[in-house]
């Protein structure tokens, strides 16, 4: 079936790098996205990498993708207080299934 | 560019009774898809619409339906109220140029 799961919660102290990992399970899936939700908010898509890359850069978030062990991270570097929310990794097949989401804390 | 709107931001029901949600898509966008988050948990897929005809339905049951309009827009009813349908109801819009559905801020939908 389709799951896709996440680490429940990461610390951080404001200015270190942030790792959020996920890992999910079709290996058909075109695309995969990372999701931001602010309380009491939707979704704020992130950013998104194709299956047939590796890596993708886009300013201070690099996501790395793993195929061969169905493993996606999103690295936050210079990790801000403004960036305390939840992380969503989803696969879309084509919907989008989510995992259950990484509550990032960011302590000044 | 106006982007996907939700209408109402909260809402108060009673069990059994039945409930319609709006959304605006995003310009441009024609595919149409409604999420529900309960509380602590990620979205759950429960149907999408592309030109006015569903196109993908998730495990929920028949008292979940929806309409997209030709406008884009699209409604979600729940019929028959539970206390489980408690949760953020999201409506997420794509089109065919685009990598990623756009997510409006949701309706909170409580049962009591």
């Known amino acids: 079936g389709e799951d896709v799961e996440q680490s429940l919660f990461l610390s951080v102290r404001e200015g270190d790098s942030s790792v959020i990992n996920c890992t999910y399970t079709?290996?058909?899936?075109?695309?995969l996205y990372w999701y931001k939700q602010e309380p009491g908010a939707g979704l704020q898509l992130l950013t998104y990498?194709?299956?047939?890359?590796d890596m993708k850069q886009d300013q201070r978030l690099t996501v790395l993708l793993n195929k061969k062990d169905k493993h996606l991270s999103l690295r936050i570097a210079d990790t801000q207080t403004g960036d305390s929310a939840i992380y969503f990794c989803a696969e879309i097949l084509p919907e989008l299934i989510f995992g259950t989401g990484t509550l990032l804390a960011v302590q000044p | 560019e106006t982007g996907v709107t939700q209408s109402p931001t909260h809402l108060i029901k009673t069990r059994g009774q039945q409930v319609t949600l709006r959304c605006s898509s995003q310009s441009g966008h024609n595919t149409v898809s409604w999420y529900q988050q309960a509380l602590g948990q990620g979205p759950q897929f429960i149907f999408q619409?592309?030109?006015?005809?569903?196109?993908g339905r998730g495990n929920f049951p028949p008292r979940f339906s929806g309409l997209q309009f030709p406008n884009y827009s699209s409604e979600l009813n729940v019929n028959a109220l539970e206390l489980d349908d408690s949760a953020l109801y999201l409506c997420a819009s794509s089109g065919t140029q685009t990598y990623g559905y756009t997510f409006g801020s949701g309706t909170r939908l409580t049962v009591v």
């Open positions: 619409y592309y030109r006015e005809e569903e196109n």
């Open positions: 079709d290996s058909s899936s075109t695309y």
């Open positions: 990498i194709f299956s047939n890359m």
